[in-house]
């Protein structure tokens, strides 16, 4: 295949017409009359259209070369200026290898890179964050030490950034420790991510600090720092560090059905070709607004074949409770990363708490 | 004012609960049963609630200090999971001054330095965008040398990025001199802004590659390479450069008026913050859906006193003709960036095009 192939949803009026003209913005961005003969080789095309009651679908070839292997470009050609229009949906993505290469090669780690470098082969990963912000870096070290008896991540919230009561360095050594002391106690693999987002110019920067600290993985937020950070992250880390991404400010994309980008192309495909390990996204059943349908096709698009990358690793997060780890893994599978929050926190003693946490992943068919 | 100040439209059911629940999701993250003492120095807090038929609205006082002076951070607080919610919409923003500050100041030129440095002083100014992707830089260049005997400003297509018709420092060099060589014949002062997106590890040096060749302005897209990539492209480029965002990416917070960010908000404070001196969005009339009155308020906020911040210049695009030059002065007035594409290249003749544009905005009235 030497194209990329959008499929996108069409709603409103004239949408046979509404996606000729798609494909034109998408690529042209000019009346193809007025176009030189030349350009002609970047122009995107419509190449099915099959009408619908609710919508139309129509599938849309793009040249490989439009995105000039940048994944930034691919993004703008993919939904950019019709982003703006309501009645437009991307919901469907394939790319040709050679452009998945082009930007990277997909998760460095993976789902089964993932399992491999926390030694963990079958039972459901599980994961937390820690919080409230406004704690200060002892806090929440202490927390972390806790934790880390059952849990295999320990996350920063992504409400942490290099606030005054934790900043960001003191942050990640102390919790760095905390984990490696709790890891040397307890036998076990427990990993700590700090969230990198903050200026541009001390990006890189807190990759590498964090890394260096031994932090071993890091939360990064495509929709705060763009996709192709992420991407650039896992050029500079190292080869076991796992990359995890968070949706923050990415829900202008999914939380109406008629424009934007489908959760399943979002948090699959496109998470993918951004070079996330395991993608962060709200599970249906909490206080977020996914559907089990749209979880289920998440989870599929993080494993199906694409343009022959990794699978990334499904983290469905958002309202989650011990008592309901059986239902996630009829939904999702065991091959899938559990994401709980304050539910840990209600028992009062976190260390219990998260050793239960574990003993039910263990048991759980 | 030493509190960042969001107004929120709820819908839905429960919205006074939504409200809170939102306050708490945005700053906490965590129940605030569950927060030990010390955290509650972060918490956000409903401060006024008002009831309505179609949406409630709320607005959340945040402290100053959850932003930790980043902007990137305080995108993650406003928004950043609430975003994944329909229902919820960030309509109205203020700031402390000493967090504007803190995040760079805001536009370098803004507006005001806009006018000072193109040597325009009361006409509506003019931009056009060089297009259809797939040409080579010879003829891109030969496009812009007709075109700045009209123009003010000549702008990368958001489609070109670096692709093999057209590589990104051929481009630049190619089109900065054919722009400098029409100044030197016609006397005027127009500018190239090469668009800027690219490989997040070649941000800061395309940048500076445009400043060398003579750009003296860029086109970013905060939507796909974050908005603090634009803060940090002001620390970057020289004094008088000018810094226009372009919409590209972001429409999923504004194509649905139940959820994300309000047009008026996401194009006016938020890309000031951002320190664009110039935003690009899709006007009314045009082939995009904002309204007349969003595109006021637009226009409005970009030069509201915001937080100590210059005044952004608005450029309303799309679907723009000559003819039209009146009405969108009327709706904007005359302190505008008419950002005008296809219709130039219908009458064959570019430089007569543009000459005729440059004309009409002479004499609008």
């Known amino acids: 295949m030497s194209a990329i192939v959008a499929t996108y949803e069409i709603r409103g009026d004239d949408r046979r017409a509404r996606a000729e003209a798609l494909a034109v913005e998408q690529s042209h961005e000019l009346p193809t009359d007025l176009a030189p003969e030349p350009a002609l080789r970047s122009l995107a095309h419509v190449v099915s259209f099959e009408a619908g009651s609710e919508f139309d679908t129509a599938v849309v070839e793009y040249p490989e070369e439009l995105a000039g292997g940048e994944l930034a470009q691919l993004l703008v050609h993919l939904i950019g200026n019709v982003s703006l229009q309501d009645g437009i949906r991307l919901v469907e993505l394939e790319v040709p290898e050679s452009l998945a290469a082009a930007v990277g090669g997909g998760p460095p780690l993976g789902a089964a890179g993932i399992r491999r470098v926390l030694g963990v082969d079958d039972r459901p990963l599980l994961a937390t964050a820690l919080k409230p912000v406004g704690l200060e870096p002892a806090d929440l070290a202490a927390m972390a030490s806790k934790l ?68 071993d993985g890091v939360l990064l937020m495509p929709g705060v ?42 948090f699959g495909p496109i998470m993918r070709l951004a ?27 993080s494993r199906r074949p694409f343009a022959g990358l990794e699978a990334s690793l499904p983290a469905p997060g958002g309202g989650m409770s ?18 709980i929050g304050s539910d840990l926190h209600r028992g009062g003693d976190l260390r219990a708490s998260a050793e239960a946490f574990l003993e039910a992943a263990q048991t759980v068919r």
């Not at 749209?294 to 989870?299: L, N, P, S, W, Y």
């Not at 011990?322 to 994401?339: C, M, P, Q, S």
Request: aromatic fraction near 10%; hydrophobic fraction near 45%.
């Open 225 to 266: 720092t763009g996709f192709d950070s992420v991407r650039f992250a896992a050029t500079v880390l190292p080869e076991d560090a796992i990359i995890m991404a968070h949706p923050s400010f990415l829900g202008g994309f999914t939380a109406s059905s008629t424009h934007g980008i489908s959760p399943e192309v979002l």
């Open 148 to 215: 880390a008896w059952g849990l295999d991540v320990i996350k920063d919230d992504q409400g942490l950034a290099n606030q005054p009561w934790a900043p960001f360095r003191e942050r990640v050594l102390r919790v760095t420790e905390a984990v490696r002391e709790t890891n040397a106690a307890s036998g076990r693999r427990a990993r700590y991510f700090p969230a990198v987002a903050g200026p541009f110019e001390q990006f890189e920067e807190r990759l590498r600090f964090a890394a260096d600290a031994g932090a």
């Open 322 to 339: 011990v008592d309901r780890i059986g239902e996630l893994v009829e939904l999702y599978g065991r091959d899938v990363l559990l994401l």
């Open 275 to 301: 070079r996330a390990d395991t993608v962060i996204f709200p599970s249906a059943g909490g206080r977020f607004s996914l559907t089990v349908e749209q979880c289920r096709g998440i989870a599929e698009q």
